[in-house]
């Protein structure tokens, strides 16, 4: 004896189902996205509360107290803050400044070879031993400047004092070991170049393959091609991977604090020892010994460079935008 068979959802409902679930998939996915944007800046604000917060002393304190302080930590060469904090963030953006300037045309070099010169296999070894050196931690990179670069350096910057020493930059004599703004400015262009390489790697690969093939089918050469096709396509992007070195490079503590001699001056004398200082360094080699009024003046000054840090990228986020219309 036969049954009636079932019936089955028409398909009118199966199709109002989805849409249902995929409006409750979006809005969840809105709400984590918003709490996500939300937490940013709640952290954000946390941060620069704190070192309010801990800087007030500083801020609204016995000024006398704070100068005496100042001055011990300088030596009496300073007595107010900003003559305090003034060169050691003149130092942090000259050191931070020099290290993009370095690694920033090497990079993209790279991330080029890497993109559109090499064989398949090459490429692959090179991304990997990039992404390998991109995740090495600074006080690495501050050991091998200071143990293996520092002792083996010094001919170059001679020779460099020697003959080119007429520049401002490059006048002599060349320190002896070398622990200047120089070797420091190379080691962190060495360290911030596999991140800035990885991302614009990663960005050219993106180019659209009818870009490229369509400047190849009237007649460009390859490295027309790139220069038509691949770098305006990849300019936004490589201007954030930029920016991103630079922030590490304006951060950066150990690295410098394990090879730079440190100075109090406005000097742009590279090859020179004790004429420069950054903040992030100046910190932590002050802060061991410092006690009350004294913390909240370092604090201070790394408020100053958690603003300079926010202005920056800020500066980038807008030069990206006008980069990508």
């Known amino acids: 004896m036969s049954t009636a068979s079932k019936p089955s959802a028409s398909p009118a409902a199966s199709s109002l189902t989805q849409p249902v679930n995929g409006q409750k998939a979006d809005r969840v996915f809105r709400g984590v996205s918003y709490a996500c944007g939300i937490l940013i800046l709640v ?34 060469k300073a ?3 900003w003559g305090y904090v003034g060169p050691l963030l003149f130092g942090t953006v000259l050191v931070a400044a020099l290290a993009l ?18 064989p398949k296999r090459l490429a692959a070894v090179l991304s990997y031993i990039v992404d390998i050196l991109a995740a090495i931690p600074s006080v690495i990179y501050g ?29 002599g004599p060349a320190a002896n070991p070398p622990r200047t703004v120089a070797t420091v400015a190379l080691v962190l262009a060495i360290m911030i170049l596999p991140i800035i390489t990885s991302i614009a790697r990663d960005i050219f690969l993106q180019t659209p393959k009818l870009l490229e093939e ?42 410098v604090l394990m090879i730079l001699s440190p100075g109090l001056k406005y000097s742009f004398k590279l090859l020179q020892a004790s004429q420069n200082q950054t903040i992030a360094a100046n910190i932590a080699a ?39 219309k």
Request: proline share 4%; no cysteine.
């Open 43 to 76: 952290t954000l604000a946390a941060v620069a509360l704190f070192l309010l917060f801990r800087a007030w002393p500083l801020i609204g304190g016995d000024q006398q107290a704070n100068s005496a302080v100042i001055e011990n930590f300088t030596g009496g």
């Open 79 to 81: 007595k107010s803050f």
């Open 101 to 118: 300037v370095l690694a920033f045309f090497v990079s993209i070099g790279i991330a080029l070879f890497i993109s559109h010169y090499a």
């Open 143 to 171: 050991l091998w400047g200071g143990l293996v670069l520092v002792p083996t350096i010094y001919p170059f910057w001679n020779w460099i004092a020697e003959y080119l020493g007429w520049i401002p930059l490059f006048a």
């Open 214 to 255: 369509a400047a190849l089918g009237l007649g460009a050469t390859k490295w027309e091609m790139i220069k038509l096709s691949v770098l305006p396509f990849g300019k936004s992007g490589v201007i954030s991977a930029s920016m991103l070195g630079l922030g590490r490079a304006l951060g950066e503590t150990m690295a």
């Open 286 to 324: 002050q802060y061991p010994e410092a006690d009350g009024i004294g913390v909240s003046v370092l604090i201070g000054t790394g408020l100053v460079l958690f603003v300079i840090t926010f202005l920056v990228n800020l500066l980038a986020r807008r030069i990206t935008e006008k980069a990508g």
